[in-house]
């Protein structure tokens, strides 16, 4: 069994920055895609930032340019950082992992293991 833990939200202003972690415990997720999804008050879960398991990289519309996501395979973490933040990034983020192989997926039906979320929220 593996489990996700993400830390690092909180409360910033417009044009902060703020650095999400998630940590993989349980289980080695080195080899699948990963990725951060959020949920804002009222929408649905969209799909943030994801990284294949081969290292490719790929981001929402809205946060391209802004984020980054990365992952360090020796400490089992996945790393989003988040600059220029918005308003609209006002949200609860959650990482996500595919363990069924190396495909990266928008679609967040696609993945089978999932954190409790970290609350990110961004009001001056």
């Known amino acids: 069994q593996g489990q996700l833990a993400e830390s690092g939200g909180g409360l910033v202003q417009p044009g902060d920055s703020l650095r999400l972690l998630c940590k993989v415990s349980?289980?080695?997720?080195?080899?699948?895609?990963m990725a951060w999804f959020r949920r804002a008050p009222g929408k649905e879960r969209d799909f943030v930032a994801g990284i294949s398991g081969d290292g490719y990289t790929s981001y929402g519309d809205s946060v391209k340019g802004r984020f980054t996501i990365s992952r360090d395979d020796t400490k089992n973490t996945i790393d989003l950082q988040m600059n220029s933040l918005k308003s609209e990034d006002t949200a609860l983020y959650y990482c996500?992992?595919?363990?069924?192989?190396?495909?990266?997926?928008?679609?967040?039906?696609?993945?089978?293991?999932w954190g409790q979320g970290t609350q990110v929220t961004v009001s001056s």
């Open positions: 349980g289980r080695s997720f080195s080899s699948n895609a």
């Open positions: 996500a992992a595919y363990s069924q192989g190396r495909n990266l997926w928008t679609r967040a039906e696609m993945y089978d293991y």
